[in-house]
């Protein structure tokens, strides 16, 4: 399995070189990995999800990239992302998660959106703004079966069963949402799709979605029709019981700004939260946690230079992150260290701060220059 290719300096556009730090996302990677996931289960379509930015990826270069490998269906949490989904994707469904919040049907019909509807007074609203529009309008029903965040209970569902009210508000689409999908044993998964599947024998002929990028690892039953994966796509785990079967997709890499030698009793950073207990070679790297790197890996996580794990020291700044490049002799002014890629995954670097990859993900930050990778281009 290849990772995104370090770009070398000689192929940088000179808008990449006035950031300190760059974030390199292979889009071709995605669309691959959007292949794989869909290959799990033949009989089901395979949405995207493209939240948050696609998962900090962009979603404006995201959402074409998938389309031309075949997706047709997205998703997003907020109408505002909706739009900007709309924009980049003029002909895809594009369900909106968080479903209709008051007051936001026009907006949503205006922008040919469909929300993913979670109660009876969701329900009746949007019905009723397909009776004013004098046409149907599609959305999903959320069925809560575990989560209780979103979506109408088991019972609710079950007694809403030739109920004309979901014909009238257009659902097109029955989904619920695992609590537990990446503990593969956990009975809870057993329990969600058993009152799925009474959920979706009530209402026959419409289609149902169950399976995050975890769920889709569950089995056929989680397939259901139309899969949601999201953290996978990005390359994030969705099996962390075993390897990870995708391919990486982002690469976050900082320019060393400066490189001293300190002596034993030397100490770095805010609050001298690191002693030397002999002498070392520090290296200042410019990115810090205003880049989106969490400040909770201060002390805990690391960064590849040269293929060596330089621990970082101290306390991360907003702007800086000090690392231990002892063993790392080749490590001078400018060169490229590596936060984020190869032996660093997104899971790696979420365990290291204390949270999970998909965190890592969506904290990427806006500062600095992103550059995609294609597949065509060097
Ligand atoms: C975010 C989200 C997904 C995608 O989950 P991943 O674990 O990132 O694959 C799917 N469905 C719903 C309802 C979500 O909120």
Not at 2 to 17: E, F, K, T, W, Y
Not at 165 to 184: F, K, N, Q
Request: charged fraction near 15%.
């Amino acid at each position: 399995m290849r990772g995104p290719r370090s770009v070398s300096q000689g192929d940088l556009a000179i808008q990449d070189l006035t950031h300190g730090a760059r974030l390199t996302v292979d889009l071709a990677a995605i669309a691959e990995n959007w292949r794989r996931l869909g290959a799990q289960a033949p009989d089901a379509a395979c949405a995207a999800v493209v939240k948050a930015d696609a998962y900090g990826c962009g979603l404006a270069r995201v959402a074409p990239a998938l389309w031309a490998a075949g997706c047709r269906t997205f998703f997003v949490a907020h109408l505002s992302e909706g739009i900007s989904a709309r924009a980049a994707l003029p002909e895809a469904t594009i369900y909106v998660l968080n479903g209709l919040l008051p007051g936001l049907g026009p907006a949503l019909v205006a922008h040919d959106l469909r929300p993913v509807l979670g109660s009876g007074e969701e329900l009746a609203e949007w019905a009723a703004l397909a009776e004013s529009a004098g046409r149907r309008l599609p959305a999903a029903l959320h069925v809560d079966t575990g989560m209780n965040r979103l979506g109408l209970p088991v019972p609710e569902a079950l007694a809403l069963a030739g109920d004309p009210l979901i014909a009238r508000a257009g659902i097109a689409l029955l989904m619920t949402h695992l609590v537990s999908a990446e503990l593969s044993g956990d009975p809870i998964n057993a329990r969600q799709a058993a009152d799925f599947a009474r959920v979706r024998a009530a209402h026959p002929g419409i289609p149902g979605s169950f399976a995050n990028s975890s769920g889709i690892y569950l089995g056929g039953p989680a397939h259901h029709d139309l899969l949601r994966p999201g953290y996978a796509l990005f390359g994030g785990n969705p099996t962390p019981w075993k390897a990870n079967p995708m391919r990486p997709v982002v690469r976050l890499e900082a320019q060393i700004a400066q490189v001293r030698t300190v002596s034993a009793g030397e100490t770095c950073g805010y609050n001298a939260r690191w002693r030397a207990a002999e002498p070392r070679r520090l290296a200042t790297l410019s990115m810090g946690y205003a880049d989106g790197y969490p400040r909770a890996a201060s002390g805990r996580g690391m960064a590849l230079v040269d293929g060596a794990r330089c621990p970082i020291l101290g306390l991360i700044s907003m702007d800086l992150i000090i690392l231990d490049v002892t063993d790392a002799p080749g490590a001078v002014r400018g060169t490229s260290a590596t936060l984020i890629g190869d032996a660093l995954d997104v899971d790696t670097v979420g365990r290291a701060a204390g949270t999970i990859g998909y965190e890592i993900l969506t904290g990427l930050g806006s500062r600095y220059v992103r550059h995609y990778m294609t597949g065509h281009d060097a």
